[in-house]
Protein backbone atom coordinates (compact mmCIF):
# COMPACT_ATOMS: atom_id res chain seq x y z
CA UNK A 1 0.00 0.00 0.00
CA UNK A 2 1.14 3.46 -0.64
CA UNK A 3 2.53 5.11 2.26
CA UNK A 4 1.71 8.70 0.82
CA UNK A 5 -0.85 9.83 -1.74
CA UNK A 6 -1.00 12.71 -3.58
CA UNK A 7 -3.55 12.55 -5.65
CA UNK A 8 -3.57 15.78 -7.88
CA UNK A 9 -0.86 15.00 -10.64
CA UNK A 10 -1.41 18.85 -11.48
CA UNK A 11 -3.32 21.82 -10.27
CA UNK A 12 -3.57 25.60 -11.66
CA UNK A 13 -4.54 28.73 -9.11
CA UNK A 14 -5.06 32.18 -10.25
CA UNK A 15 -2.55 34.66 -8.94
CA UNK A 16 -3.34 35.66 -5.30
CA UNK A 17 -5.99 33.05 -4.51
CA UNK A 18 -5.65 30.57 -2.33
CA UNK A 19 -4.82 26.42 -3.11
CA UNK A 20 -4.74 23.15 -1.35
CA UNK A 21 -2.42 20.73 -2.29
CA UNK A 22 -4.06 16.98 -1.26
CA UNK A 23 -1.82 14.45 0.55
CA UNK A 24 -3.23 11.26 2.34
CA UNK A 25 -0.57 9.06 4.26
CA UNK A 26 -0.63 5.74 5.59
CA UNK A 27 1.19 4.15 9.16
CA UNK A 28 0.30 2.43 12.34
CA UNK A 29 3.54 4.51 13.70
CA UNK A 30 2.11 6.60 16.34
CA UNK A 31 5.00 8.76 16.10
CA UNK A 32 5.93 10.54 12.95
CA UNK A 33 6.31 13.36 10.56
CA UNK A 34 5.15 15.16 7.35
CA UNK A 35 6.93 17.38 5.15
CA UNK A 36 6.17 19.46 2.15
CA UNK A 37 8.95 19.87 -0.22
CA UNK A 38 9.02 22.51 -3.50
CA UNK A 39 10.62 21.88 -6.35
CA UNK A 40 10.93 24.47 -9.34
CA UNK A 41 12.09 23.68 -12.33
CA UNK A 42 15.90 24.53 -11.16
CA UNK A 43 15.44 21.35 -9.68
CA UNK A 44 16.34 22.10 -6.37
CA UNK A 45 13.91 20.44 -3.26
CA UNK A 46 13.07 22.67 -1.03
CA UNK A 47 11.87 22.16 2.87
CA UNK A 48 8.48 24.11 3.33
CA UNK A 49 6.78 23.28 6.16
CA UNK A 50 6.97 20.13 8.99
CA UNK A 51 4.37 18.89 11.02
CA UNK A 52 4.82 16.50 13.78
CA UNK A 53 2.51 13.80 14.59
CA UNK A 54 2.19 15.03 18.14
CA UNK A 55 2.11 18.71 17.62
CA UNK A 56 -1.41 19.80 18.86
CA UNK A 57 -1.59 23.07 16.15
CA UNK A 58 -1.12 22.69 12.48
CA UNK A 59 2.00 24.08 11.12
CA UNK A 60 2.23 27.36 9.77
CA UNK A 61 4.99 29.07 7.75
CA UNK A 62 4.69 32.16 6.33
CA UNK A 63 2.51 32.03 3.54
CA UNK A 64 2.39 28.33 3.97
CA UNK A 65 -0.07 26.22 6.09
CA UNK A 66 -0.30 22.55 6.83
CA UNK A 67 -3.60 21.40 7.43
CA UNK A 68 -3.55 18.07 9.56
CA UNK A 69 -6.47 16.08 10.08
CA UNK A 70 -5.11 13.17 12.36
CA UNK A 71 -7.68 11.01 12.44
CA UNK A 72 -8.48 11.05 8.23
CA UNK A 73 -5.11 11.14 8.10
CA UNK A 74 -4.30 13.75 5.93
CA UNK A 75 -1.56 16.77 5.84
CA UNK A 76 -3.22 19.11 3.08
CA UNK A 77 -0.50 22.00 2.09
CA UNK A 78 -2.54 25.12 1.93
CA UNK A 79 -0.48 27.98 -0.29
CA UNK A 80 -2.28 31.28 0.31
CA UNK A 81 -2.19 34.54 -1.87
CA UNK A 82 -0.36 32.55 -4.57
CA UNK A 83 2.43 33.85 -6.22
CA UNK A 84 4.04 33.02 -9.86
CA UNK A 85 7.66 31.96 -8.44
CA UNK A 86 4.96 29.12 -6.40
CA UNK A 87 4.75 27.36 -9.87
CA UNK A 88 6.18 24.25 -9.14
CA UNK A 89 6.12 20.74 -8.19
CA UNK A 90 5.42 19.92 -4.68
CA UNK A 91 6.49 16.89 -3.08
CA UNK A 92 4.64 15.70 0.36
CA UNK A 93 6.45 13.32 2.44
CA UNK A 94 6.56 11.38 5.74
CA UNK A 95 9.13 10.00 8.57
CA UNK A 96 8.16 7.28 11.02
CA UNK A 97 10.16 7.10 14.00
CA UNK A 98 10.15 2.93 13.11
CA UNK A 99 12.16 1.20 9.99
CA UNK A 100 14.92 3.39 9.93
CA UNK A 101 13.46 6.51 10.09
CA UNK A 102 13.35 6.64 5.88
CA UNK A 103 11.75 9.74 4.45
CA UNK A 104 9.03 8.43 1.80
CA UNK A 105 7.59 10.84 -0.69
CA UNK A 106 4.39 10.62 -2.69
CA UNK A 107 4.64 11.24 -6.34
CA UNK A 108 3.74 14.66 -6.21
CA UNK A 109 1.43 17.83 -7.44
CA UNK A 110 2.47 20.09 -10.47
CA UNK A 111 1.26 23.66 -9.64
CA UNK A 112 1.20 26.28 -12.14
CA UNK A 113 0.10 29.61 -11.30
CA UNK A 114 -1.17 31.89 -13.75
CA UNK A 115 -2.58 35.70 -13.91
CA UNK B 1 28.54 26.26 5.47
CA UNK B 2 28.14 24.43 2.33
CA UNK B 3 25.21 22.14 3.25
CA UNK B 4 25.06 18.71 1.07
CA UNK B 5 27.15 18.71 -2.06
CA UNK B 6 26.83 16.34 -4.76
CA UNK B 7 28.95 15.78 -7.73
CA UNK B 8 29.23 15.28 -10.56
CA UNK B 9 25.94 17.40 -11.69
CA UNK B 10 25.76 15.60 -14.93
CA UNK B 11 27.07 12.75 -16.37
CA UNK B 12 26.73 10.33 -18.94
CA UNK B 13 27.70 6.73 -19.19
CA UNK B 14 28.22 3.55 -21.23
CA UNK B 15 26.25 0.77 -20.71
CA UNK B 16 28.36 -1.57 -18.16
CA UNK B 17 30.58 0.78 -16.99
CA UNK B 18 30.56 1.83 -13.18
CA UNK B 19 31.00 4.96 -11.66
CA UNK B 20 30.70 6.52 -8.45
CA UNK B 21 28.10 9.50 -6.99
CA UNK B 22 29.42 11.10 -4.67
CA UNK B 23 27.73 13.15 -1.68
CA UNK B 24 29.05 14.66 1.42
CA UNK B 25 27.58 16.90 4.17
CA UNK B 26 29.55 19.37 6.71
CA UNK B 27 26.65 19.69 9.37
CA UNK B 28 27.78 16.41 11.48
CA UNK B 29 24.41 14.62 10.24
CA UNK B 30 23.61 11.37 11.49
CA UNK B 31 20.82 9.98 8.55
CA UNK B 32 21.60 10.12 5.05
CA UNK B 33 19.89 8.79 1.83
CA UNK B 34 20.04 8.10 -1.87
CA UNK B 35 17.02 8.44 -4.15
CA UNK B 36 15.85 8.68 -7.36
CA UNK B 37 13.26 10.67 -9.33
CA UNK B 38 12.01 9.55 -12.25
CA UNK B 39 8.62 11.02 -14.17
CA UNK B 40 5.54 10.54 -12.68
CA UNK B 41 7.19 8.44 -9.48
CA UNK B 42 8.17 10.43 -7.00
CA UNK B 43 11.65 10.46 -5.37
CA UNK B 44 12.47 6.41 -4.44
CA UNK B 45 14.84 5.49 -1.87
CA UNK B 46 17.85 3.88 -2.99
CA UNK B 47 19.74 2.94 0.21
CA UNK B 48 19.92 4.87 3.67
CA UNK B 49 22.33 5.44 6.56
CA UNK B 50 21.91 5.85 10.20
CA UNK B 51 25.32 6.31 10.99
CA UNK B 52 28.85 5.66 9.89
CA UNK B 53 29.40 1.78 9.55
CA UNK B 54 25.61 1.47 9.24
CA UNK B 55 23.70 1.02 6.18
CA UNK B 56 20.54 -0.26 5.10
CA UNK B 57 18.15 -0.73 1.40
CA UNK B 58 15.41 1.35 0.39
CA UNK B 59 12.94 0.86 -2.31
CA UNK B 60 14.98 0.55 -5.19
CA UNK B 61 18.72 -0.96 -4.46
CA UNK B 62 19.63 -3.32 -7.41
CA UNK B 63 22.30 -2.32 -9.32
CA UNK B 64 23.52 0.04 -6.57
CA UNK B 65 26.11 -0.38 -3.66
CA UNK B 66 26.63 2.70 -0.55
CA UNK B 67 29.27 2.54 2.15
CA UNK B 68 29.39 5.12 4.88
CA UNK B 69 32.97 4.95 6.39
CA UNK B 70 32.63 8.84 7.80
CA UNK B 71 29.92 10.45 9.09
CA UNK B 72 30.06 13.43 6.10
CA UNK B 73 30.04 10.96 3.37
CA UNK B 74 28.01 8.66 2.10
CA UNK B 75 28.85 7.68 -2.11
CA UNK B 76 26.65 5.51 -4.03
CA UNK B 77 27.98 3.30 -6.63
CA UNK B 78 26.77 1.97 -9.79
CA UNK B 79 27.81 -1.41 -10.40
CA UNK B 80 27.22 -1.90 -14.13
CA UNK B 81 25.11 1.04 -15.80
CA UNK B 82 22.06 0.15 -17.46
CA UNK B 83 19.75 2.66 -19.29
CA UNK B 84 16.71 1.90 -16.79
CA UNK B 85 19.44 3.72 -14.14
CA UNK B 86 18.88 6.53 -15.99
CA UNK B 87 17.37 9.40 -13.69
CA UNK B 88 18.25 12.26 -11.39
CA UNK B 89 20.14 11.38 -8.23
CA UNK B 90 19.61 13.25 -4.73
CA UNK B 91 21.32 12.92 -1.74
CA UNK B 92 20.27 14.29 1.35
CA UNK B 93 20.71 14.04 5.14
CA UNK B 94 18.93 14.84 8.53
CA UNK B 95 19.61 15.34 12.34
CA UNK B 96 17.60 13.83 14.73
CA UNK B 97 15.02 11.04 14.13
CA UNK B 98 12.24 12.83 12.85
CA UNK B 99 14.21 15.96 11.43
CA UNK B 100 13.60 17.71 7.79
CA UNK B 101 16.13 16.27 5.09
CA UNK B 102 18.37 19.01 3.56
CA UNK B 103 18.85 17.84 -0.26
CA UNK B 104 22.28 17.98 -2.49
CA UNK B 105 21.12 19.77 -5.91
CA UNK B 106 21.17 16.62 -7.58
CA UNK B 107 22.64 14.57 -10.41
CA UNK B 108 21.26 14.01 -13.76
CA UNK B 109 22.98 10.87 -15.04
CA UNK B 110 22.15 9.59 -18.30
CA UNK B 111 22.65 5.84 -19.46
CA UNK B 112 23.24 5.14 -23.67
Known amino acids: AQKITQTQPGMFVQEKEAVTLDCTYD???????LFWYKQPSSGEMIFLIYQGSYDQQNATEGRYSLNFQKARKSANLVISASQLGDSAMYFC????????????FGTGTQLKVEL | NAGVTQTPKFQVLKTGQSMTLQCAQD?????MSWYRQDPGMGLRLIHY???????DQGEVPNGYNVSRSTTEDFPLRLLSAAPSQTSVYFC???????????FGSGTRLTVV
Open chain 2, 92 to 102: ASSWGRLGGYT
Open chain 2, 49 to 55: SVGAGIT
Open chain 2, 27 to 31: MNHEY
Open chain 1, 27 to 33: TSDPSYG
Open chain 1, 93 to 104: AMRETGGGNKLT
